[in-house]
């Protein structure tokens, strides 16, 4: 997807929809590298399932413009994820690459909430970015407790 121009509101927020429609793919990798026994793994299925209510925000937000999402990205369906863990991970390298995808996803949140010209479009952007910062605090958390 190209980059939304800086003052097209409704490409911003869309460039965060996608984001996080790449990210559902990406935790449900995740979720299958961490055994279910593992506090992350808890953590990995509370991040998906907020994923998925974001992307549930952000896609009514554009019905509310008059936008329909898929007209501008394709679906989940119809993208090509990449395999994260080809080899397997244990927990640090899961939450070392979460992150990762989670400050990335955080950029494009901070500049699509920016870019906004009204309070209905800044409110999920603003769930979304509280949200991230919740979880990378969390998987930051959970390597401090994890390392020796």
Same mark, same amino acid.
């Given at each position: 997807?190209?980059?939304?121009? #800086?003052?097209?509101? &409704?490409? $911003? *927020?869309?460039?965060?929809? =996608?984001?996080?429609?790449? +990210?559902? !793919?990406?935790?449900?990798?995740?979720?299958?590298?961490?055994?279910?026994?593992?506090?992350?793994?808890?953590?990995?299925?509370?991040?998906?399932?907020?994923?998925?209510?974001?992307?549930?925000?952000?896609?009514?937000?554009? #019905?509310?413009?008059? &936008?329909? $999402? *898929?007209?501008?990205?394709? =679906?989940?369906?119809?993208? +090509?994820? !990449?395999?994260?863990?080809?080899?397997?991970?244990?927990?640090?390298?899961?939450?070392?690459?979460?992150?990762?995808?989670?400050?990335?996803?955080?950029?494009?949140?901070?500049?699509?909430?920016?870019?906004?010209?009204?309070?209905?479009?800044?409110?999920?952007? $603003?769930?979304?970015?509280?949200?991230?910062?919740?979880?990378?605090?969390?998987?930051?958390?959970?390597?401090?407790?994890?390392?020796?």
């Amino acid at each position: 997807m190209t980059s939304p121009r #800086r003052h097209d509101p &409704i490409a $911003a *927020l869309n460039q965060v929809l =996608s984001e996080v429609i790449d +990210e559902v !793919a990406g935790i449900k990798q995740a979720r299958r590298a961490v055994p279910k026994t593992h506090e992350l793994h808890g953590l990995l299925d509370q991040l998906f399932s907020d994923l998925r209510g974001w992307a549930d925000q952000l896609m009514e937000r554009d #019905r509310a413009l008059g &936008i329909s $999402a *898929l007209s501008v990205m394709p =679906s989940v369906a119809g993208r +090509e994820p !990449a395999n994260l863990w080809p080899h397997g991970a244990d927990d640090q390298e899961v939450r070392g690459v979460v992150d990762r995808q989670l400050g990335r996803l955080a950029e494009h949140a901070a500049a699509a909430l920016a870019a906004q010209e009204n309070d209905e479009s800044r409110a999920p952007l $603003a769930e979304v970015e509280r949200g991230i910062l919740a979880y990378r605090q969390a998987l930051a958390d959970a390597d401090r407790d994890q390392s020796p």
